[in-house]
Structures are given as structure tokens and as C-alpha cells.
């Protein structure tokens, strides 16, 4: 018996802003698969805003968090915005821990769910 992915990513649109919606376990299993959208993403809106929202994340790891700074990073360096919305307490603690929550902007939507 063979399991589906742990993860998944899909676009969504919120207040007029484009975002990938990531879902399940952020880890090296699933993070190639966030890199390639991420990178997809990145080439269809070189200039504006890329928004992940990690409402769904139920787990992440060093290789999840890896894939959202290298993401900062290209954005910067082009000199756009990148912002992570609505990270439950899983990712917190990541960003918290290698202090990377200093480095990244985080957001909650007004009716997101208490991480």
C-alpha cells in the first residue's frame, strides 16, 4: 500500500492577493514539491507579492523552513514582498527557535484560527 503526498499546495485568492495555500507536513519529504511551486509562483509574478499561507501545515522542519527563506531571499533580492500568513504553532516554534520569525514577515488574517 502506497500513501498519497503528505502535502499539498494550491493557490487561493484573498482580499485580492494571490497565495499558495500549503497544506499537511512541511518536511524534506514535501519541501521539493513546495520549492517547484514556490519557483512556478515566482516566475508568473516576478515583481509583486508572493504570499504562502501555512494555515494548513500540520508539521514543519528545517527543510520546509529552508524553501520559505530561500523564497525571502529571491524576493528581496528582486525587490519584492514576501509575506507568510496564518503559520500554526509547529511553524512558530520552527521560526521562533532559529529566530528566523526576526527575518520573515508573518501575518494572521482577522479570522484565522488561534495558532
Do not use: K, W
Not at 23 to 46: H, I, Y
Not at 92 to 115: G, H, K, N
Amino acid at each position: 500500500m502506497t500513501l498519497g503526498p503528505l502535502l499539498s499546495v494550491s493557490e487561493l485568492s484573498r482580499d485580492g492577493e494571490c497565495r499558495l495555500a500549503v497544506e499537511g507536513e512541511l518536511d524534506m519529504a514535501g519541501a521539493p514539491m513546495l520549492l517547484a511551486e514556490v519557483e512556478r509562483f515566482e516566475s508568473t509574478t516576478p515583481d509583486g507579492v508572493l504570499a504562502v499561507d501555512l494555515a494548513g501545515v500540520t508539521f514543519m522542519d528545517v527543510a520546509g523552513m529552508r524553501v520559505l527563506l530561500g523564497a525571502a531571499e529571491r524576493a528581496h533580492r528582486r525587490g519584492a514582498r514576501f509575506v507568510i500568513y496564518n503559520p500554526r504553532r509547529i511553524a512558530q516554534r520552527v521560526f521562533s527557535l532559529t529566530a528566523v520569525d526576526q527575518q520573515l514577515e508573518i501575518l494572521f488574517d482577522d479570522d484565522a484560527p488561534v495558532p
